[in-house]
């Protein structure tokens, strides 16, 4: 951790060693999204990202808030009354339920959920946020904020402020102060922790700093305006200055200006479209599908550079110099350098749980690859978010929200590149006042340390308390009796009622002396300064207590299972079997990560998603099923077949996934070609175009890591050779167009690669 600021270090920390809560803001520019993402790597919390709109969830690799938990459009009133309106619908506390009836999947992910992180949290309205914590309790059975589960909030206030509809805000402001999240009844009774990053990594001039601060807080001087103003050029003529935008505040006037520029060059059009495979709805496409460009064209990438080269980055802007059916060269002048542009792919995700491992994974059900491009004579306020501008012209004389000056300005690096079309004015671009009294929340330095040490102790004696408290497990199991009332005696299902007993009777006793032994933990716990050895000493004795007879359960509910998936009419039966493996597994896996936390604790170690899992505890379930497969032979009519379909609900079950960091996309495709499938086969699997993958292997070719002969035939390496003898290095475009089908862009791509590795 020691590459990040003391404000990130203490995030990370919140996020690993404690259930507090925690809302991380920052000015832009200081590295909000880079934290995310080091937070999602590391943590070894289940953890699930959403964000308010579709563009949103998918840059922050997450999904929708109204997807993740099936929420309505409706506004919510947190409230049982019925509210009526003659022309306008609202959900309350007593309506919204029927929303919540929801598949097997996503129930599992919320029931399993440790970490909920909500990115760009300036848009979240505070009635949806109550909605969510509603949502989770009444899923998860938490009477608690958020059913229990730390929640991270993500972003700046002062940027992208909520829309509320006034018909709905005429109902809303009976229970609503305002119109921010944190203005929701859950963040008013339960504050996060308030972390604001404030090392700025985008500018470095102090003067620009300073203005920027001033512009944000409501302090902007006489003085920083006549700075400011010092750089107003009202002719000035974007066409005449190749690298620089104007940044606008208005939708039509953005596309205005770049449809007349595009319109008056006289190179031809070349339009290019995206590569959709399987589920990715229009509605979360994130650039316009159809993208025309002409040579001589201003774009900008709106992406970064995803290969070692690190070409380019989100917002830096170039001029077309070549275009052709499948390539796309952009130069920039200041570095006398032009590159190709790869086609990115955007990941259209859903969450399920892991049935072996009981953790929560993301599935890619949908791809859609497009050039991350777009027209950069002009670009709005609002979509220059999380960009960053070596030149721009800005006009903010119709700023029409508070903070979007402040925005606008941001996107620069210095003063040196900035442009104003007319004079800044001191009224009209003031930030928003409510957003800037919550500021006062934030966390000095003494506080953070003083709640972390707090914080951790809480997070300890709760983990803890939760791994040996079996009332869940208890509950389930006596269910499951119970529900043997409603069986007639001769039913298949009746001739177990015993065998349930009798594993009632077991977890009954477990559940009475686990609150003797959680007495113990909570009276060592809250010691002001806990004796971390006999804590230690104590949780050991305890695991291998209950883990022998938990264990025995595991064993004897999957022999079980096996047995009844040979009879017939009985899928309800199996599947309340399934159910309680489901809870005996997590039970036994929540006892190993109690026994990690302690060894982690007693060592010193910090905790995050390398320390706090192991093997063990990765691969019990398939460890287990492995061991029993001599016992399940010996069941009548048993028959070996997928165990996923025997042991899990799911018609799929994917392998548990190693202890290993997440690998790159590029490592997953290079892993799969070991496997000997060929590029449509990798793919088909991986859900990506054949396109996206011919790209990987450029970029592996120029890691090194293989060669052109790896890929490609000898005869089609002569036959290249000749093609490329008189090469200029240029753009492919005309290769392709004197040799037609005769060689495919991927293979001139990937041999003009291999020429100059």
């Known amino acids: 951790m020691e590459h990040l600021s003391k404000a990130a270090q203490y995030t990370l920390q919140f996020i690993n060693q404690t259930n507090k809560s925690v809302f991380l803001t920052g000015k832009a520019g200081t590295g909000k999204t880079t934290l995310l993402k080091e ?64 598949n097997g999947t996503k129930k599992q992910v919320l029931l399993n959920l440790e970490l909920l992180i909500i990115d760009e949290v300036s848009m979240l309205r505070p009635d949806v946020l109550d909605a969510i ?11 608690a904020p958020f059913g229990g589960i730390q929640v991270l909030f993500i972003g700046d206030l002062l940027q992208l402020p909520p829309v509320i509809k ?4 005429f109902e809303l402001k009976k229970y609503y102060q305002g119109m921010f999240f944190f203005h929701s009844q859950v963040i008013q009774q339960n504050p996060p922790m308030y972390i604001e990053l404030d090392k700025i990594y985008r500018q470095d001039d102090e003067t620009f700093i300073s203005i920027l601060n001033n512009l944000r807080n409501n302090k902007i001087t006489t003085e920083n305006i006549a700075v400011l103003n010092q750089y107003v050029k009202p002719d000035f003529n974007i066409k005449n200055h ?7 505040t208005h939708n039509a006037k953005a596309d205005e200006i770049n449809k007349e520029a595009l319109a008056e060059l006289k ?7 995206p590569e959709l495979v399987e589920d990715f709805p229009e509605k979360i496409y994130p650039i316009e599908p159809k993208m025309d460009l002409k040579v001589g064209a201003q774009v900008m990438f709106i992406k970064n550079d995803t290969s070692f080269e690190k070409n380019y980055f989100n917002g830096k802007i170039g001029t077309i110099t070549s275009l052709a059916e499948k390539e796309i060269l952009v130069h920039f002048p200041d570095e006398n350098k032009t590159v190709e542009v790869d086609l990115y792919t955007w990941e259209n995700i859903k969450y399920t749980v892991n049935p072996d491992t009981k953790e929560i994974e993301e599935t890619v059900v949908g791809t859609f690859s497009h050039y991350p491009l777009k027209l950069a004579w002009a670009i709005t306020v609002h979509k220059s978010q999380g960009l960053t501008f070596d030149n721009a012209a800005l006009d903010v004389s119709r700023v029409f929200a508070p903070g979007q000056a402040y925005v606008a300005l941001s996107r620069l690096r210095s003063l040196k590149g900035l442009i104003l079309l007319s004079p800044i004015q001191l009224n009209g671009i003031s930030s928003d006042s409510e957003v800037l009294n919550y500021a006062n929340n934030k966390a000095d330095e003494t506080i953070l340390e003083q709640s972390l040490a707090l914080e951790t102790k809480h997070f300890l004696r709760l983990e803890l ?99 009844v998936s040979n009879l017939k009419k009985v899928k309800t039966f199996h599947d309340e079997l399934l159910e309680l493996e489901e809870i005996q597994v997590k039970t036994v896996l929540q006892l190993k990560k109690s026994m990690l936390l302690i060894k982690n604790l007693v060592n010193g170690i910090e905790f995050n998603k390398k320390t ?29 077949k997928d165990h996923s379909e025997t042991f899990s609900k799911k018609t799929k079950s994917k392998k548990s996934k190693s202890t290993e960091p997440k690998k790159s996309t590029i490592e997953i495709t290079l892993e799969l070609w070991k496997e000997n499938l060929s590029i449509e086969e990798i793919a088909a699997k991986r859900k990506l175009t054949v396109a996206s993958i011919y790209n990987h292997f450029t970029k592996l070719i120029q890691m090194e890591v293989l060669t052109i002969s790896d890929i490609m035939s000898d005869e ?15 753009g492919l475009g005309l290769l392709k167009e004197k040799h037609g089908d005769t060689f495919s862009w991927e293979e001139l791509r990937l041999f003009k690669v291999g020429l100059e590795n």
């Open 267 to 273: 190179t031809k059009t070349f339009s290019y479209f």
């Open 716 to 730: 089609k390496i002569a036959a290249l050779h000749e093609v490329f003898k008189d090469y200029n290095g240029e």
């Open 39 to 102: 937070i999602i790597a590391t943590s070894h919390k289940n953890t699930v990202v959403v964000a308010p709109t579709g563009i949103a969830a998918l840059n922050a690799g997450g999904v929708t808030i109204h997807s993740m938990f099936q929420l309505p459009f409706s506004a919510f009133i947190p409230d049982y009354k019925v509210v009526t309106s003659s022309q306008h619908k609202f959900e309350t506390k007593s309506t919204i339920s029927k929303h919540f009836r929801m």
């Open 465 to 563: 308390c939760k791994s040996f408290d079996f009332r869940q497990l208890a509950q389930e199991w006596r269910n499951h009796l119970f529900s043997y009332n409603d069986e007639v005696s001769n039913s298949t299902k009746s001739k177990y009622r015993t065998w349930a007993q009798q594993n009632e009777s077991i977890v009954a006793a477990l559940f009475e002396t686990s609150q003797k032994f959680i007495n113990q933990i909570q009276k060592i716990c809250y010691q002001e300064t806990i004796d971390i050895p006999f804590l230690a000493e104590r949780c050991e004795a305890a695991y291998h207590y209950y883990f022998k007879t938990l264990d025995y359960q595991v064993t004897d509910l999957l022999l079980k299972i096996a047995e």
């Open 166 to 169: 006034q018909e709905d805000w």
């Open 242 to 248: 190749n690298g620089c935008i104007i940044v606008t």
């Open 612 to 640: 706090m899992s192991s093997d063990d505890m990765k691969f019990y379930k398939i460890n287990k099923i492995g061991s029993l497969s001599e016992k399940f032979k010996q069941i009548d009519g048993f028959i070996e």
């Open 133 to 143: 914590d509603f949502m989770l309790q009444k899923v998860r059975r938490v009477d």
